[in-house]
C-alpha cells in the first residue's frame, strides 16, 4: 500500500495550492479519503474527508469556502484545492484512509505528508 503527497510547497497569503494523493495497493474506490493536517508543535488536525463515490464531502469549519476536496477513482487520486491561504495553514498535509469519527481511530493508510508553508 502507498499513498503518496505531491503539491505542498512555500506561498504567500492568499495564494492557493492544489494538493494530490496517488495511490495504490488497494481498492481506492471503496475507501473514504481524508486529508489530515499536522503544524509544528501541534497535534493531528481533521481537514477534510470525501466518501468512496465522490459525492458526500465534508470540512472543518476553518477551511469551509477556501478547500475544496476531490477525488478521481479512475486514477487512485485525492486532492485537495487550497485557495485564500493563511498563514494558519501552515502545515505538513497527510491524506489518509477512514472514516473520521472524533478521533483517528478508524483511519487505516497514511501518507507521508506534504509541507504547506503560508508565508510573505
Known amino acids: 500500500v502507498q499513498l503518496v503527497e505531491s503539491g505542498g510547497g512555500l506561498v504567500q497569503p492568499g495564494g492557493s495550492l492544489r494538493l494530490s494523493c496517488v495511490t495504490s495497493g488497494f481498492t481506492f474506490s471503496s475507501y473514504y479519503m481524508n486529508w489530515v493536517r499536522q503544524a509544528p508543535g501541534k497535534g493531528l488536525e481533521w481537514v477534510s474527508t470525501?466518501?468512496?463515490?465522490?459525492?458526500?464531502?465534508y470540512y472543518r469549519d476553518s477551511v469551509k469556502g477556501r478547500f475544496t476536496i476531490s477525488r478521481d477513482n479512475a486514477k487512485n487520486t485525492v486532492f485537495l484545492q487550497m485557495n485564500s491561504l493563511k498563514s494558519e495553514d501552515t502545515a505538513l498535509y497527510y491524506c489518509?484512509?477512514?472514516?473520521?469519527?472524533?478521533?483517528?481511530?478508524?483511519?487505516?493508510?497514511w501518507g507521508r505528508g506534504t509541507q504547506v508553508t503560508v508565508s510573505s
Open positions: 489518509a484512509t477512514g472514516e473520521y469519527t472524533g478521533s483517528f481511530r478508524y483511519f487505516g493508510y
Open positions: 470525501i466518501y468512496s463515490d465522490g459525492r458526500s464531502t
